[in-house]
Structure formats: structure tokens, C-alpha cells
């Protein structure tokens, strides 16, 4: 069985100061992460994935990601908030595997930024 | 490329009607795609995974009877929603499975449908 615990459900930052969204994962194997955003009212967009090769994982917009096993972590950060990255994130955990594609979903963090 | 379309975006439908949401792979062909129900300020919730071709598995706790998947073709998969009520209003967002270089599948997200039922 595998889960996903995000951390905050709601994260406040000044525009320009570093963003932190939080992941705790728990899975059975070595599992895939993503990260995912969605604006108000859209679907879905894929922001970064880590599929076992390097455990710093760059992705859109100027954020990453680190993977650490033994923290069980997969933290979502970004140097500098932009007014652009207020929506709600999404840590997404798949069990790795051949065939291995039914995702489970953590409860979301809502990143506001203020002007 | 990897474009997933739903249409329409937004529906509002008397209860007692039925609905249906169009999810289709623009640049892709999607051996199976998902649907999702999302409520206002939760997670993405998994209804329902369905394979071209083939009936639909669905989630427990889902009305197979209810919520109707046919997955027709590699780049269309619907989901009707009959004799809809208000309490199923929601977002309801689909995804695609692709096969990518290096045969690692990847899931493609739909921009989502908002049904609303008076």
C-alpha cells in the first residue's frame, strides 16, 4: 500500500521569499513521485517527476524537488515565489514497475502569495 | 504534445437528466484512461480506470450503474452521468495513460469538467 501526506493544507509566502511545500510518502517499493499544480478551476499540470535516477529533480518554473529515502521526503521548493504560484499543489506518489500506474493523490497544500 | 482534451468544460444539467464528458488524447493514442472525481477543496479522487476496448473497473464505493465509462476508441473515453442529482456535482478531470521513450507511462491530466446540477 502506498500514501501521501502533504504536510501544511495551506502555505502563505511573500512574493520574492522561497517557497516550501512539504511531502511525506510511504510506499511498499521504491515509488515515483510527482508533483502537480492546478490553478482554479483547471486540470492538472505536471510540475516535476522523480523516477529513481537523480534525487535532485529540477522541473517548471523554477522549482525542484529532493528525494530523500530516509526521511521518506519529497519535498517541493522554489527559490523565489512569483504572484504566478498561488494555486493548490499536489504530491503524487506510483509504485514503480512494470505496469505500476495507479496514482495516489495527497490532500493538496494551497500556496498563496502575497504582494 | 501529450494533449488531453474534456469537453464540455462546464455543464449544468436539471436533476433527473444525464450528462455526458467527453476526454480525448489529442497527439496520443491512451490504451487506458482514468477519471477522476474531484470535490471543492479536497484531493483527486480515482472513479474509475478503463481500457480501451474493455469494461471499465471502478473504484469501490462507485455506481458502476451511475457513472457509465465506454472507452471506444485509442483517443475517446466518456463518462455519463445518469439521472444526475445535486450531490453529484463536482469536478470531474480525466487522465491518459501515454507510453513514452524508454517505455516509462506516464499519466496526461484533461483541463477538467464542471458539472453542476440544479
Known amino acids: 500500500a502506498q500514501s501521501v501526506t502533504q504536510l501544511d493544507s495551506h502555505v502563505s509566502v511573500s512574493e520574492g521569499t522561497p517557497v516550501l511545500l512539504r511531502c511525506n510518502y510511504s510506499?511498499?517499493?521504491?515509488?515515483?513521485l510527482f508533483w502537480y499544480v492546478q490553478h482554479p478551476n483547471k486540470g492538472l499540470q505536471l510540475l516535476l517527476k522523480?523516477?529513481?535516477?537523480?534525487?535532485l529533480v529540477k522541473g517548471i518554473n523554477g522549482f525542484e524537488a529532493e528525494f530523500k529515502k530516509s526521511e521518506t521526503s519529497f519535498h517541493l521548493t522554489k527559490p523565489s515565489a512569483h504572484m504566478s504560484d498561488a494555486a493548490e499543489y499536489f504530491c503524487?506518489?506510483?509504485?514503480?514497475?512494470?505496469?505500476?500506474?495507479?496514482?495516489?493523490f495527497g490532500k493538496g497544500t494551497k500556496l498563496s502569495v502575497i504582494p | 504534445g501529450a494533449v488531453v482534451s474534456q469537453h464540455p468544460s462546464r455543464v449544468i444539467c436539471k436533476s433527473g437528466t444525464s450528462v455526458k464528458i467527453e476526454c480525448r488524447s489529442l497527439?496520443?493514442?491512451?490504451?487506458?484512461m482514468f477519471w477522476y472525481r474531484q470535490f471543492p477543496k479536497q484531493s483527486l479522487m480515482l472513479m474509475a480506470t478503463s481500457n480501451e476496448g474493455s469494461k471499465a473497473t471502478y473504484e469501490q464505493g462507485v455506481e458502476k450503474d451511475k457513472f457509465l465509462i465506454n472507452h471506444a476508441s485509442l483517443t475517446l473515453s466518456t463518462l455519463t452521468v445518469t439521472s444526475a442529482h445535486p450531490e453529484d456535482s463536482s469536478f470531474y478531470i480525466c487522465?491518459?495513460?501515454?507510453?513514452?521513450?524508454?517505455?516509462?507511462?506516464?499519466?496526461?491530466f484533461g483541463p477538467g469538467t464542471r458539472l453542476t446540477v440544479t
Open positions: 522523480y523516477t529513481s535516477a537523480a534525487t
Open positions: 487522465s491518459a495513460r501515454a507510453i513514452e521513450s524508454g517505455a516509462a507511462y506516464e499519466q496526461y
Open positions: 510506499s511498499s517499493y521504491s515509488p515515483s
Open positions: 497527439d496520443f493514442q491512451a490504451t487506458t
Open positions: 503524487v506518489v506510483r509504485p514503480s514497475g512494470a505496469g505500476s500506474y495507479q496514482l495516489t
